[in-house]
């Protein structure tokens, strides 16, 4: 869903109000199921802190306030918090935010067998069919003691999903008890095996058998997992367990016996329909992770300071994995992969034969407990591609036993993976050529890592010939190079960053910003003012203020090929996730001709540009604040009709113009500039008023060129216009434009781009135009002339607000070709057109409105031109009527809204019906226009249901 706040985010551990599901709870004696027992948690000296985790509202049903003492580096801690015990036999849910204690082993469910068709009734294949552990993003849980330990039963399942802002959290109650009041963590420590760890058991195929008799694979083949966790096992490849995403799980493995041990997340007999993706589990006493058996696919692993062997599978995995990071520690560890089949039958079937791509596995090179990269034996198969292993003490590779042998080179590859280990590959006595094994795999290589900051591919690297993973298995996603993240992934900016624990370094403030005295909710903000004169990137991680109008360069002028020797080129870096914020309207950022902004956001962590009070939760009024600091504007080479020499040619280098809100010069001659990249990029509360004639945008594109990229931006609540292109060639597509207090959209100098999905919704509150498109307000005969074309735009008004003006104001000699629309709700008119010069474009074609759809309560101004100054009167309703496929009807929009109040308008939201007036307007293929489009047969924005590029980046009305 769209973001509701910034703040939530700058404010992590916030609480949250428990909610009713909670209640939906049944805690039972565990019966047989065996507590292993606990370990000391250790202690320290000094007075007695206090610590309440309890939420407002109490403990839910189906769990207890329980007060323990935790020794810890500043003494001793008595902690409150309501306890999650025994065996559930109801959905439990575990609240947003929230801490809770696990005591002692926490079964969710009772195990309902090896056969879907169960005791509760679930006869669908994979389908659990017994209660759920619900764990809301940001939750935290924790146990006290190695006995403190979850296990998910057979037919039963967990939902855990954080997000990469909120992960969830599952650690030890010592962790948390540092973390709050004394020395908190950094991920270099070696704190280990303070409490059990996290057991999913399902019904899907394996191959070791309690019953000897049993065929593997089968319902009959079933095993007792470690830990005293109950039986898994079945013959349900595609068995659900439920969901993990964003999940930390640290601290945790606890060693029962020398067979018998607790891993951070053991995934015994897990099915295909079970999601696994974005977990890290840190500093675990055993394995990291281990797959007994089963099919669960895994994505986007993290697993550091494990003191066994970080991935680890048996009993015949025949699952994936892609994108895994593996990080020793120095003072403990085993191998990065242990894979095996089955170390009492090494020829057991069903055989683990899994598909792994795109892992990075870093031990300890000078440490004798960081054994081997990867050690492959006990018969298992499978297929290694676009890995990267080094620095491990014994060494890279390892096979073993015969069984494996025999495999190698056919049913076993290792392909396009970089070795770099004290020896590369093991020289034991079995008579197997590890050497040979793996120089005969496609692409394989050896060498000296080059990789940057631990983890990130250096050139040696990248030298290596990637496999393409959706070759190996269909469910992978592409990847051109090897090892867990890719060449353009840096320390702050990576599909790891954000919600891990420990793995990369705090950046600090870039070299070229300061650090100020004060944090904000915690975070640090780093200070730009003035020029930016070299290459700066913004981090994620941190907040950024923008002091006073800060420049990116010095103009460079408006000929490349003759730039100014006085100018200075630099480009801006903004990392996803970053969030800038002004102050006040004179805050406000410019990129200079020749430099270049690269605005990185992504769909899960956009760019926010922002104000003070929105970062800091002071608004008045979220919903009607704006103009609290100036906003973003590029200025570029690209040609423009609004020459501040008055004897220059409209679109050549001597015709110049200065950009509003003293932004400097814009405008030249080359169509193809480059101001840089802007994607998922939000700029909300902004827009200042220097007099009437002299407003700063949202984002002004001033002169900018196609070699600009610009796709899913928002401009919410400008005092201003939305976006606002001044002349220049730059194209855009995915724009959102809500709340905005002047036009939402508005062009003028002779803008010659293209535009593709667009979306404006009006504030009842303060709104004039959807769309103001003008040439040249002081010659309308200007060249070049404005001659857009835009497709698929969604505008909605506020039908009973007299602030919402008009859809489509069309004036002052602009060309173009409007195609595709939906224009709804404007208090004025849906559309009207003005000036002489724009009458005799839109009388030659040379302006066209096309394949329309409106709904206002008047659709076609009815004003009186010549009174207003023209020479004769225009018939809006005689032309829109007269443009091809254009529509009159009652709106079917609804579902989504960025407004709350749409109580006055036929639209309700951004979605048409499937089945609506919507549907049967005659779509022009606006590729056949221009090759910039994608091909479309729908108008408006939107499509339907099920299309929602505009949510998960964007920002809505609380």
């Known amino acids: 869903m769209p973001t509701k706040s910034i703040t939530k985010h700058l404010l992590l551990g916030a609480s949250c109000a428990v909610i009713a599901a909670c209640s939906d709870a049944s805690i039972s004696s565990p019966g047989e199921e065996n507590q292993v027992p606990p370990p000391s948690q250790g202690g320290g000296g000094g007075g007695t802190q206090s610590l309440n985790l309890i939420p407002a509202g109490g403990c839910p049903t189906g769990t207890?306030?329980?007060?323990?003492?935790?020794?810890?580096?500043?003494?001793?801690?008595?902690?409150?918090?309501?306890?999650?015990?025994?065996?559930?036999?109801?959905?439990?849910?575990?609240?947003?935010?929230?801490?809770?204690?696990?005591?002692?082993?926490?079964?969710?469910?009772?195990?309902?067998?090896?056969?879907?068709?169960?005791?509760?009734?679930?006869?669908?294949?994979?389908?659990?069919?017994?209660?759920?552990?619900?764990?809301?993003?940001?939750?935290?849980?924790?146990?006290?003691?190695?006995?403190?330990?979850?296990?998910?039963?057979?037919?039963?399942?967990?939902?855990?999903?954080?997000?990469?802002?909120?992960?969830?959290?599952?650690?030890?109650?010592?962790?948390?008890?540092?973390?709050?009041?004394?020395?908190?963590?950094?991920?270099?420590?070696?704190?280990?095996?303070?409490?059990?760890?996290?057991?999913?058991?399902?019904?899907?195929?394996?191959?070791?058998?309690?019953?000897?008799?049993?065929?593997?694979?089968?319902?009959?083949?079933?095993?007792?997992?470690?830990?005293?966790s109950g039986l898994f096992g079945g013959g349900t490849a595609d068995d659900n367990s439920g969901t993990l995403r964003y999940v930390q799980v640290k601290y945790a493995g606890f060693r029962v016996n020398n067979e018998d041990e607790l891993n951070g997340i053991a995934f015994q007999g897990v099915g295909s329909d079970t999601t696994a993706e974005f977990i890290q589990v840190h500093n675990n006493q055993d394995d990291g992770i281990e797959m007994f058996g089963g099919t669960v696919d895994l994505r986007n692993i993290v697993l550091t300071g494990i003191a066994d062997d970080s991935m680890d599978y048996t009993d015949g995995w025949v699952g994936s994995a892609q994108f895994v990071l593996v990080r020793q520690l120095p003072d403990d560890g085993d191998q990065g992969f242990e894979f095996d089949n089955n170390g009492d039958d090494n020829t057991a079937l069903p055989r683990s034969n899994p598909r792994i791509s795109n892992f990075t596995l870093v031990g300890q090179r000078d440490s004798s407990s960081s054994d081997f990269g990867m050690l492959l034996r006990e018969g298992t198969a499978g297929d290694l591609v676009n890995g990267v292993v080094v620095d491990f003490n014994d060494a890279c590779l390892d096979v073993d036993q015969p069984e494996t042998h025999g495999l190698a080179g056919s049913d076993l590859t290792i392909r396009s993976t970089f070795f770099d280990c004290n020896a590369n590959f093991e020289d034991d006595d079995d008579g197997f050529d590890e050497a040979a094994f793996f120089n005969a795999g496609a692409n394989n290589t050896t060498g000296a890592n080059s990789l940057a900051g631990q983890f990130f591919p250096g050139p040696n690297e990248q030298a290596v010939t990637a496999i393409d993973p959706t070759t190996v298995d269909a469910g992978f996603s592409a990847a051109d190079y090897i090892g867990a993240f890719s060449p353009s992934e840096t320390v702050s900016s990576n599909w790891a960053a954000g919600w891990t624990f420990g793995l990369f370094p705090d950046p600090g403030c870039p070299a070229g910003t300061t650090e100020a005295a004060d944090t904000i909710g915690g975070q640090r903000v780093c200070q730009i003012e003035g020029n930016i004169t070299s290459d700066l990137t913004l981090t994620g991680g941190n907040l950024y203020e923008i002091i006073g109008p800060v420049f990116v360069g010095v103009d460079r002028g408006a000929d490349p090929a003759n730039p100014e020797p006085s100018g200075i080129e630099a480009s801006l870096t903004i990392e996803p996730g970053a969030t800038?914020?002004?102050?006040?309207?004179?805050?406000?950022?410019?990129?200079?001709?020749?430099?270049?902004?690269?605005?990185?956001?992504?769909?899960?962590?956009?760019?926010?540009?922002?104000?003070?009070?929105?970062?800091?939760?002071?608004?008045?009024?979220?919903?009607?604040?704006?103009?609290?600091?100036?906003?973003?504007?590029?200025?570029?080479?690209?040609?423009?009709?609004?020459?501040?020499?008055g004897t220059a040619t409209g679109g050549s280098v001597d015709c110049e113009k200065s950009g509003e809100g003293s932004s400097g010069l814009f405008g030249g001659a080359t169509a193809d500039d480059d101001s840089g990249a802007i994607n998922y990029t939000r700029v909300q509360y902004a827009g200042f008023r220097v007099n009437n004639e002299d407003e700063l945008n949202g984002i002004a594109f001033q002169g900018v060129g196609t070699g600009t990229e610009v796709d899913f931006i928002q401009v919410h609540n400008n005092q201003d216009d939305g976006v606002e292109f001044f002349g220049g060639t730059v194209n855009a597509k995915h724009i959102v434009l809500t709340g905005n207090a002047d036009d939402s959209l508005d062009y003028t100098d002779g803008w010659t781009g293209n535009v593709q999905y667009v979306i404006v919704q009006h504030a009842a509150d303060d709104a004039d135009q959807g769309f103001e498109f003008?040439?040249?307000?002081?010659?309308?005969?200007?060249?070049?002339?404005?001659?857009?074309?835009?497709?698929?735009?969604?505008?909605?008004?506020?039908?009973?607000?007299?602030?919402?003006?008009?859809?489509?104001?069309?004036?002052?000699?602009?060309?173009?070709?409007?195609?595709?629309?939906?224009?709804?709700?404007?208090?004025?008119?849906?559309?009207?057109?003005?000036?002489?010069?724009?009458?005799?474009?839109?009388?030659?074609?040379?302006?066209?409105?096309?394949?329309?759809?409106?709904?206002?309560?008047?659709?076609?101004?009815t004003d009186d031109d010549v009174a207003d100054g023209d020479s004769s009167q225009f018939d809006e309703a005689a032309f829109f009527s007269g443009e091809a496929n254009n529509t009159t009807g009652t709106t079917s929009l609804a579902g989504f809204s960025f407004i709350t109040d749409m109580s006055n308008n036929n639209a309700k939201g951004v979605v048409p019906d499937a089945a609506g007036p919507e549907a049967g307007v005659t779509v022009i293929d606006p590729s056949t226009i221009d090759p910039f489009f994608d091909s479309v047969d729908y108008i408006g924005a939107v499509e339907d249901a099920n299309d929602d590029w505009f949510q998960g980046w964007t920002l809505q009305q609380q």
């Open 774 to 861: 003008d040439s040249n307000g002081d010659d309308n005969s200007a060249e070049p002339f404005s001659n857009p074309t835009i497709s698929n735009f969604t505008l909605i008004g506020q039908r009973a607000s007299s602030a919402s003006d008009l859809g489509m104001l069309l004036r002052e000699g602009t060309k173009g070709d409007l195609i595709n629309g939906i224009v709804v709700d404007f208090n004025d008119a849906g559309a009207d057109v003005d000036n002489d010069l724009t009458f005799t474009h839109a009388n030659n074609d040379e302006l066209q409105v096309r394949s329309v759809f409106f709904d206002n309560p008047e659709n076609f101004n």
């Open 580 to 645: 800038l914020f002004g102050s006040a309207g004179s805050d406000y950022l410019v990129v200079a001709r020749g430099s270049q902004i690269f605005s990185n956001g992504t769909a899960n962590q956009p760019v926010i540009m922002t104000s003070r009070a929105d970062v800091e939760g002071t608004q008045a009024d979220p919903n009607t604040s704006r103009g609290e600091w100036g906003g973003l504007v590029i200025n570029g080479r690209a040609p423009i009709n609004a020459c501040i020499d």
């Open 64 to 228: 207890a306030s329980q007060t323990t003492t935790v020794s810890y580096s500043g003494g001793d801690a008595d902690v409150t918090a309501c306890r999650v015990t025994g065996t559930l036999t109801q959905n439990v849910t575990i609240p947003a935010g929230e801490t809770f204690f696990i005591s002692g082993p926490v079964f969710v469910g009772q195990d309902d067998g090896a056969s879907t068709a169960s005791t509760s009734g679930t006869t669908t294949a994979g389908a659990p069919g017994g209660p759920t552990l619900t764990i809301e993003e940001g939750a935290t849980l924790v146990g006290e003691s190695g006995g403190d330990y979850i296990v998910i039963t057979r037919g039963s399942s967990i939902d855990a999903e954080g997000t990469s802002t909120d992960p969830i959290v599952m650690t030890s109650a010592l962790d948390l008890v540092e973390q709050r009041l004394g020395a908190p963590r950094t991920g270099s420590d070696t704190a280990r095996g303070e409490w059990g760890g996290l057991v999913i058991n399902g019904r899907a195929p394996i191959n070791a058998c309690i019953d000897g008799t049993a065929t593997g694979g089968t319902e009959d083949c079933q095993k007792s997992g470690e830990g005293s």
